[in-house]
């Protein structure tokens, strides 16, 4: 196998999911199908060739750092699960 | 005359000689809406209110004598385009009552023009699949077999064309999403070059590939909504500063001495089916009969397309989807344990199994001791199949290929076996991995009846000449205004 169960429940960790064991299993299957397809690419030659991130070579594009309108404070926490009406609000974390 | 059933470019004859009114079309669309939809799926929520509203404020505009070219004119939105005001889900559980408080640089342009926006259709979650059965709230089925999956991500757009439940639609393409339902929905569909079109507002999947592009019922209506949403935008920092030209322009030039390349590579697929070959080589028979001049090209990384693009996209998207957290919007599952709990239940209840799959992939590629041999090494073949069509697109002025190895699937038929899934993307992916523009045109049909597109793609910011071939393409024939029979009924 490719990816073994405990490297999928790890790496899902890392990701913030929980999975239960079903999908664990189901899982490390599927992606190990695909990261063994992913192989094909090892036996190409890519000495000295540079990696692309992007497909349009583009400078970077800079702006004036001035201030702006932006999003109110309302409108900003109108979507949030929970807020007062200043903040955010989060489960404890300390 | 049924007024839903006309194209962009006829209805905006009929809005400006006034021989019509928005109002009119816009009721008679919504009214197709409600007849048809329950029986396909493509919408996700219908805006019946803001859309009459929009059209009422559209017939002003016409009688005072200012209308722009999209005024008036009902258009369907993908439903991971923010609009202001109206519900945008991304086809996922997390953004299910996520409601944007902007709106995406191409909404700005429809609004800008009085176009009228009749509601948000279905998609893949996160535009994550090729089939939309991987949207978190309904199947979408192909209007010409319903039993049958309208093609995806941009499904909902593609099979809200072809049955007449808008006027023009808007879709994103990140390995495909465009094109490949257009195909197998029987429509037009467009990606632009990257970075044509603003994204900003576009919910991100894959930031470097996705592209906002047409579906249409026509290439002349494909060619009105590019010079709509064609342009440079500040707020996309990848948005091109090059001048836009006015892409109706293009359409009536012929197609003498063009040179159309036909890679050797793209017919030599296992697993592309006859009716499709067929159906390709046709089309670049009577496109050659235009006036065209066929020449071999060669795109010899083409066996490396599905891996790298299934390594690229999905850690793109593994970082980009990290922002659902279940703090700022979207959907919390809080059980009370904590902090972390929290974002570890809120994201795995909030997004679907095709999603996850692609985090774990992405993130999987992108840690320590594996991004060279995933990620690194994916990167710099995507610059040999970038090498590859700037090699090609030297001798010839466009590439000829199938769109998709085979023409829709029957629902349920890949759900299981995401590689076989991803392996249907073959022909779609490379175009998004070099940033190159590709047009869908129908082409013909199966012996099942199912529509079959052909692709047309092009060099960097050459939409033009995609539009040129695709159109006098279809004024030779006539796949483009077949309409599929929908029976009543879900």
Not at chain 1, 21 to 36: D, P
Not at chain 1, 63 to 72: A, F, I, M, N
Not at chain 2, 129 to 152: M, V
Not at chain 2, 236 to 265: A, K, M
Request: net charge negative.
């Amino acid at each position: 196998m490719k990816i073994t169960a405990a490297e999928v429940f790890h790496v899902a960790q890392l990701a913030r999911l929980d999975l239960d064991a079903e999908a664990v299993e189901r899982f490390s299957e599927q992606i190990g199908t695909v990261l063994e397809y992913m192989d094909t690419l090892q036996g190409v030659d890519t000495e000295g060739v540079a990696g692309t991130s992007h497909a349009i070579s583009l400078t970077n594009a800079f702006r004036e750092d001035g201030v702006k309108d932006h999003l109110d404070r309302d409108a900003a926490l109108k979507n949030a699960p929970q807020s007062d009406e200043e903040h955010f609000l989060v489960p404890r974390v300390i | 005359m049924k007024l839903y059933t006309l194209t962009l470019n006829e209805a905006r004859n009929l809005l400006q000689k006034k021989e019509i009114t928005s109002t009119e079309l816009t009721r008679a669309v919504l009214d197709r809406i409600r007849e048809t939809d329950d029986g396909i799926g493509a919408y996700l929520t219908v805006t019946e209110e803001k859309a009459l509203k929009a059209a009422e404020k559209a017939d002003l505009r016409i009688a005072a004598g200012t209308a722009a070219p999209l005024t008036g004119i009902p258009l369907a939105v993908k439903d991971v385009l923010c609009t202001r005001g109206i519900r945008t889900t991304c086809g996922s559980k997390i953004l299910e009552n996520f409601i944007p408080p902007y709106n995406a640089m191409v909404i700005e342009r429809i609004l800008e023009e009085d176009g009228v926006i009749l509601g948000k259709t279905n998609m893949d979650e996160f535009a994550m699949g090729s089939s939309n059965e991987h949207s978190a709230f309904k199947l979408c089925r192909n209007p010409w077999d319903r039993t049958r999956i309208p093609g995806g991500s941009s499904g909902g757009s593609a099979a809200a064309v072809a049955a007449d439940m808008c006027i023009g639609a808007l879709g994103t393409d990140t390995g495909g999403s465009i094109r490949q339902p257009a195909s197998h929905c029987g429509v037009v569909g467009l990606k632009p070059t990257y970075g044509r079109v603003s994204r900003y507002g576009l919910v991100a999947f894959a930031s470097s590939l996705d592209q906002i592009g047409p579906l249409a019922k026509s290439v002349p209506d494909a060619a009105l909504l590019m010079n709509l949403i064609a342009g440079h935008d500040p707020r996309d920092s990848t948005s091109v500063p090059e001048p836009v030209p006015d892409y109706s322009g293009f359409l009536e030039e012929g197609l003498q001495g063009l040179r159309v390349g036909i890679p050797r590579e793209y017919f030599e697929i296992q697993g592309l089916d006859p009716d499709v070959e067929k159906a390709v080589r046709g089309a670049i028979e009577t496109i050659e009969k235009l006036g065209a001049v066929q020449v071999p090209v060669s795109l010899p990384n083409t066996k490396y397309v599905v891996a790298v693009y299934y390594v690229i996209a999905p850690c793109e998207a593994s970082s980009n989807l990290a922002r659902y957290d279940g703090v700022r919007y979207g959907f919390r599952n809080d059980s009370g344990a904590g902090l972390l709990p929290m974002y570890c239940s809120t994201r795995s209840k909030g997004f679907g199994p095709e999603v996850q799959r692609r985090i774990i992939i992405g993130t999987y590629s992108l840690s320590a001791g594996y991004y060279d041999a995933y990620y690194g090494k994916a990167s710099q073949v995507r610059t040999l199949i970038r090498e590859d069509f700037n090699n090609a697109l030297k001798g010839c002025d466009a590439i000829l290929a199938p769109v998709a190895p085979s023409p829709a699937f029957p629902i349920g038929e890949k759900t299981d076996d995401p590689l076989n899934m991803y392996l249907s993307d073959i022909f779609t992916l490379s175009a998004n991995l070099a940033g190159i523009p590709g047009i869908s045109v129908p082409c013909g049909f199966s012996g099942e009846g199912l529509p079959i597109g052909l692709q047309i793609l092009g060099r960097h910011f050459d939409e033009g000449i995609l539009l040129k071939i695709a159109y006098n393409y279809e004024k030779a024939t006539d796949y483009s205004l077949k309409k599929p029979e929908i029976s009543p009924g879900k």
